[in-house]
């Protein structure tokens, strides 16, 4: 199992930004998929996750209206779309895959920066 | 959304044992059995150690263990190692509206 996020940089407030997750080693069409993100310094925060056939998607408030998450099953990848990027968005972003559907996040990628700065 | 409430720092002499408490409410933690525990070295991703309480996923030694009672959930850390020095997470999900998962504070643990 590998999962592996790009896309982060540096970006000014207001700015947006696409993040991706390649996954391979398993059959992503069958787990639901999280992304988490952790600030400098700070602990895990649980942002977003979608079902496996893409029927349902759930938010952590902080980021509802401004990021949309998405999934290619073809492409056997995860998207995380920021809009509205403020400065308190500022984190290492870790896509996840949760192997018994209830949380359990099993594999993790390497994380990719994301800084929210003029 | 607030937290799950867990103590800063946690500390054993290498052998002992030590159990990392996780405190939330009947929504999340004590109305599921929804709750997973995460070790983080510095700079690294988190790994999963339990899940769904007490299950604990291929490859992860024995002497990790999960429990829990009313409103907290514990991981127990038996025999410790200097390699078990890390920063620890609970997570649990969170019946709300709509539906969510919430992390704890994070317990580093620091072997003597």
């Known amino acids: 199992v590998q999962l592996v996020e790009s896309g982060g940089g540096l970006v000014q407030p207001g700015g947006s930004l696409r993040l991706s997750c390649a996954a391979s080693?398993?059959?992503?069409?069958?787990?639901?998929m999280n992304w988490v993100r952790q600030a400098p310094g700070q602990g895990l925060e649980w942002v977003a996750n979608i079902k496996y056939d893409e029927s349902a998607t759930y938010y952590v408030d902080s980021v509802k209206g401004r990021f949309t998450i998405s999934r290619d099953n073809a492409k056997n990848s995860l998207y995380l779309q920021m809009d509205s990027l403020r400065a308190e968005d500022t984190a290492v972003y870790y896509c996840?895959?949760?192997?018994?559907?209830?949380?359990?996040?099993?594999?993790w990628g390497q994380g990719t920066l994301v800084t929210v700065s003029s | 959304q607030s937290a799950l409430t867990q103590p800063a720092s946690v500390s054993g002499s290498p052998g002992q044992s030590i159990t990392i408490s996780c405190t939330g409410t009947?929504?999340?933690?004590?109305?599921?059995?929804?709750v997973s525990w995460y070790q983080q070295h510095p700079g690294k991703a988190p790994k999963l150690m339990i899940y769904d309480v007490t299950n604990r996923p291929s490859g992860v030694s024995n002497r990790f263990s999960g429990s829990k009672s009313g409103n907290t959930a514990s991981l127990t850390i038996s025999g410790l190692q200097a390699e078990d020095e890390a920063e620890y997470y609970c997570n649990s999900y969170r019946d709300s509206s709509p539906p969510l998962y919430v992390f704890g504070t994070g317990t580093k643990v620091t072997v003597l």
């Open positions: 009947s929504s999340d933690v004590g109305g599921y059995n929804y």
């Open positions: 080693g398993f059959t992503f069409s069958n787990f639901w």
């Open positions: 996840a895959r949760d192997s018994s559907s209830t949380g359990g996040l099993d594999s």
